[in-house]
């Protein structure tokens, strides 16, 4: 049983992709073609938000947002510990230092608390990452952000269509970065991202240096050193066609969790959900006393698994250098989670057997 399987999602849609494929080849707009602006403006539309701009991937989206804001050297950026790597790494591209914080025991996403501690006279921004499919506390961090007056970034890779208290992830922040790598809710057929902003300033900015610093008026005037990362017209063709079914496709992720809540034996705990966020669990994860024993009966069996993420960023080699404090929730949980198989088509009796797989070993450690 894999880990991730995008067959079911992919192949109903063989029809309109052959559609799209012959349309993009017919028009011969491979970069910049009418696809990327329809998707971009679906997708702002589904965030609820005005405005996104494709671009060439996630880390691009999350960069571009930084630079777009003036946040470079001599500024600080508040980051979660217990992130993909990509979130400090765009603070580093941009010059800025990353600040590792701290994570909530229960939900695994960043501490509020810990982000007021943190914020000091160089902070220029706080990145909100919402984790596994769930929204972040948007009210409690955004009190703090806007209490100090830095702005509050949404790293939204892994919750498209997440919502808290209502509001869809992208619609939150200052702006937001999505990114369309094939696994994520999401996918294209190759790498892709968007930034998303209610900001038409803002978004203006980011279009800007995305495509060179290009003046939207005469091509042959560049207005700023900007660079190139643009969301292709393929790339944006398939997401056109993918988009419609995301909100079923995360209404499947979540029966799959349910199910795996209501079947995993005791010791297996799901990373607890906030009542007011409603997550599209881009990542089924638990947390586990044993997590070597779980996953060699998994391996026994022949059922994926992941762990996300085993070192968490302060402690990564790249990082060494902004690794100034102790984050001792994300340490305890690097060693505990467990990413059980994920996907929309994932059916019930296969998430139970992975459950009885891990019930088993539990009776077998007795
Ligand atoms: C995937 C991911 C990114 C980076 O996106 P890419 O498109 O792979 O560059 C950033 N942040 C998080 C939390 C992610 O999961």
Redesign the pocket.
Known sequence: MPFLDLDGVNTPLRGDLDVAWKSVLGHGHFVGGPEVAAFEADFARYCGSGHCVGVA????A?ELILTALGIGAGDEVIVPAN??V??AEAVCTVGARPRFVDVRPDTLLVDADAVADAIGPRTAAVVA?H?YGQMVDIDRLAEVTGRHGVALIE?A??AHGARFAGRRAGSVGVAA?F???PG?NLGAFG?G?AVVSDDAALAARVRLLANHGRSVTDRHVHEASGRNSRLDSLQAAVLGIKLPGLDDDNVRRRRAMERYREHLPADCVPVAQHPLAESVHHLGVVRVPDRAAATTALDAHGVGWGIHYPVPCHLQPAFADFATSACPVAEDAAGTILSLPMYPTLEIDRVDRVCAVLGEREHACR
């Open positions: 991937n996630g880390t691009d999350l992130t993909f990509a979130t990452v984790l790293d890779a892994q970065a990114s369309f790598y994520k790498d991202g």
